[in-house]
């Protein structure tokens, strides 16, 4: 193919200037030959790409269609319940919500209803009477040592950092969420203006970096954090061990991205490469991280403090449970984030391969807190693609006291799952730097949207809530939620995730396993000779 074109393009150059001799008007052809004669040649001088090396000018087509796959394949070939991450019903339903559009569907549903996997909830011959409902159901957060505790909608903003989402986002969602009376996760980046300029209720977030509190060598800092943490508009502090989208990992914020701004809100020297590592450096062991907790309460003038979890190794959890009855420091709540991923960016081996998707870390945690006796203590919040009132009350019966949600509020803002949220390139400004893109978002229109969503979302939770006859979404079980495990195979969440008794991990007699592994965890290290 590369000696054809050489060919082609010395005939077409002596063809040209041949034919111009009588046909001056032909040298204008040369406007369009010249450029493809030199990009063909910059083809074949390249060393990176084989097929464009081979094959100059028509090479590029292969990925020219590679890069065009994604936009096709949502557009014109996916079905409306296949789309991946979120599938296309889904979307409507949050645009529709957001848009206060019509959100009914004729015809039927579009899944299988009789395709293993596929779920719903058992109605009642008597439903409740939804008019005399309480429409916005909502948490106390706060224990026994928490002096401030806070009244959450069961549906709030789930974390994203101002940096991996644009300055625009970020005050739009916060905007959402003052209107619609619930909160909003900052993310581990700190806490900028924009959390702050409309008002809505803040979630503050520590990563491992610390970052917005830490000090020149990257160690958290109590003075920052007490001088942060007291302000009004912020409502708890959750101390984050793991995230969902990569559990396990760290990060990184290159040198290009870490601007004056950036630097500024999160306490770090600009233009220089910061890296979050994947464990914290202020405990070393589940009795040292209860302290801790204790002094973040302290620090904050009693709010309420908790801390954000994927599930992975599940003696780690019990020598977290054990510290709190040892040392008797109860987190205010605990948030468990789903393997399934989030909005972060991640390596496609952790998005894929490591953490407990939501529905068994959620149950796993609710049972372990029911079989330490320390259930009543701790709020539960759960966090991974909660998208419908249906995701909302299946969290719920599996044990979640409030939800939280990222993807579903990003698409309230406008996001069309380009899937670019890692290139800077989100093309509806969410999820990008770019000035100019981020200033397609209009602040003012896209706060009500989310506020829109969240009040349909909540409304339809409570309207299935009285279609199973039940007074409030909080009274649902895991006998409402039913599965299709194969063709005529039925079975509700109680038989797929057996309630643990009220203090069984205390008793006596347990299974030998959970015996095994309560045995062999300590509340003074993170090792347990794994």
Known sequence: MAKAFIGCSIASLILIIGLGLFFPWVYWLLILVLPLIIMGAMDMM?????????????????????????????????????????????????????????DSQPFGTQFNVYAEGYEWMAHSIQPHDFDTMNKDPRVIIGGRDCRQPYSASIFNVSAMSYGSLSSNAVEALNGGAKIGNFAHNTGEGGISDFHLKQGGDIIWQIGTGYFGCRD??????DKLFAEKSVLPQIKMIELKLSQGAKPGHGGILPAAKNTPEIAAIRHVQPHTTVYSPPFHKAFNSPREMMLFIRKLRELSNGKPVGFKLCIGQHREFYAICKAMMETDIYPDFITVDGGEGGTG??????????????????????????????????????????????HLLRALALGAD??????????????????????????????????????????????????????????????????????????????????????????????????TPQGFLLADQIPAHLKEQLDTVTTDTWNFGI
């Open 46 to 102: 390249q060393t990176k790409h084989a097929i464009i090396r081979n094959y100059p000018i028509f090479g590029r087509m292969r990925y020219w269609m590679e890069s065009l796959r994604p936009k096709i394949y949502q557009y014109f070939v996916e079905s409306d319940i296949d789309g991946s991450p979120v599938n296309r019903v889904d979307r409507s339903t949050i645009y529709q919500r957001a848009k206060r559009e019509l």
């Open 216 to 221: 020149e060598n990257g160690n958290f800092s």
């Open 345 to 390: 960016a991640a390596p496609p081996e952790f998005s894929n391969s490591v953490g407990m998707p939501l529905m068994d870390g959620l149950a796993f945690v609710h049972d372990t807190l029911t079989g330490f006796s320390i259930r009543h203590h701790i709020k539960i919040i759960a966090s991974g693609k909660v998208l419908t009132g249906f």
């Open 402 to 499: 409030t939800c939280n949600s990222a993807r579903a509020m990003m698409m309230a803002l406008g996001c069309i799952q380009a899937l670019l949220c890692n290139t800077n390139r989100c093309p509806t400004g969410v999820a990008t730097q770019d000035k100019w893109l981020a200033g397609g978002l209009v602040v003012d229109d896209k706060k009500h949207r989310v506020a829109n969503y969240h009040r349909d979302t909540i409304e339809s939770a409570v309207e299935l809530t009285a279609a199973i006859g039940l007074p409030e979404p909080h009274k649902i079980t895991r006998r409402h939620i039913f599965r299709r495990v194969f063709m005529n195979q039925i079975r509700t969440f109680e038989d797929i995730y057996p309630s």
